[in-house]
């Protein structure tokens, strides 16, 4: 399996311009996790998908992130409009509940610079 | 949210010598997870626990599961350079997973 896929690895924006995360999860897991990590705040749970239906936004920021999972092979997460402070790494990760032992299993991450 | 204290922040150890680091929680957990991260990487899984008193090898890393749930140990053995990185404790209940500050290990050749 190729793990979990994010794209792009690197982002550089503007402020007040709009940005897209993608993120491929494990074939066969039901669960998808979009974390922020920085260096204040350590890794962050921002939402998490289950079969394709949001359980759990409430580490979201604020209203200019969205996610959203159309399929089960796809993820997105959007900030409109950037800012600043919205510079971090953001890592998918994805998780299978099925077989009872569940681990998180993470992308390589998209490293973000909004200037 | 859930918290999880990780200890010690930071480490600089000679090549060679044993590591540890732990994860306490006030909460208690179901599943107990270790995470290595290398510069511009992701997370990537060592251990995973899923009993109490659960005692787990994966090579020269042993991490045991808490008797009580609510906390968690990594040990590393005889440490190599490569053994440089953050590591990330992780705590799971119901369907989310929660994470410890991380461990940064730095190995003196």
């Known amino acids: 399996d190729a793990g979990v896929i994010q794209s792009p690895r690197h982002e550089v924006t503007e402020m007040g311009q709009e940005v897209t995360l993608r993120c491929k999860p494990i074939?066969?897991?039901?669960?998808l996790f979009w974390y922020r990590q920085t260096m204040m705040r350590g890794l962050e749970l921002l939402i998490y998908?289950?079969?394709?239906?949001?359980i759990d936004d409430s580490g979201m920021p604020e209203d200019r992130f969205s996610a959203k999972m159309p399929n089960a092979s796809f993820s997105t997460l959007k900030i409109q409009p950037s800012e600043p402070r919205d510079s971090a790494v953001y890592f998918c990760?994805?998780?299978?509940w099925g077989q009872g032992n569940t681990e998180a299993f993470f992308g390589q991450g998209t490293r973000l610079t909004v200037v | 949210g859930q918290q999880l204290n990780q200890s010690p922040q930071s480490m600089f150890i000679q090549e060679g010598e044993d590591v540890s680091m732990n994860c306490t929680s006030s909460?208690?957990?179901?599943?107990w997870l270790w995470y290595k991260q290398d510069p511009g990487e992701g997370p990537v899984l060592l251990i995973a626990l899923y009993k109490a008193g659960e005692l787990t090898s994966n090579g020269r890393l042993t991490a045991q599961f808490g008797i009580t749930r609510k906390d968690s140990f990594l040990n590393i053995s005889a440490s190599i350079p490569s053994d440089v990185g953050i590591y990330f404790c992780a705590g799971r209940t119901g369907n989310q997973f929660y994470f410890g500050t991380g461990t940064s290990l730095t190995v003196i050749p």
């Open positions: 998908f289950n079969n394709n239906v949001p």
């Open positions: 990760a994805s998780s299978s």
């Open positions: 074939s066969g897991h039901d669960y």
């Open positions: 909460s208690i957990f179901n599943t």
